[in-house]
């Protein structure tokens, strides 16, 4: 059972950047994809963007386009997430998710393991 680990959530104000990191505890080369998703309180989890493989493509969804940014270090099996021009609607839990047979790890459908999720919370 893999395990996923988040770190670097806090309270940024509007306009900031953070760096989420996902630490695996085991190498993720036998993933299928791995992503970022968010729950804000009262609404449902959203995926935000994934990586394909270990060599793959990085694709984003509408919320993350232009803003977010997901990286990969294969030797750590860490992923990041640099989010940039933050804004209040983006505060919420953001979670690290991993697929193990495939789907794209936008869809929490896919998704075969959790990370514990990190609070992110945008001030005005």
């Known amino acids: 059972q893999m395990q996923l680990v988040e770190s670097g959530g806090g309270s940024v104000q509007a306009g900031g950047s953070l760096v989420l990191s996902c630490a695996a505890s085991e190498s ?5 994809c791995l992503g970022w ?4 309180p009262g609404k449902e989890r959203e995926g935000l963007t994934t990586i394909i493989g270990n060599a793959g493509g990085t694709y984003y969804t509408r919320l993350a386009e232009g803003r977010f940014y997901m990286s990969q270090d294969s030797a750590k099996n860490t992923v990041y997430l640099r ?3 933050l804004k209040p609607e983006d ?3 953001y979670y690290c998710a991993a697929a193990e047979y495939g789907g794209t790890c936008t869809s929490v459908h896919a998704v075969s393991y959790w990370g514990q999720g990190t609070q992110v919370t945008v001030s005005s």
């Open 28 to 32: 993720t080369s036998r993933i299928a």
């Open 37 to 40: 998703f968010r729950q804000a």
């Open 83 to 85: 989010m940039t021009r």
């Open 91 to 93: 505060t919420a839990i």
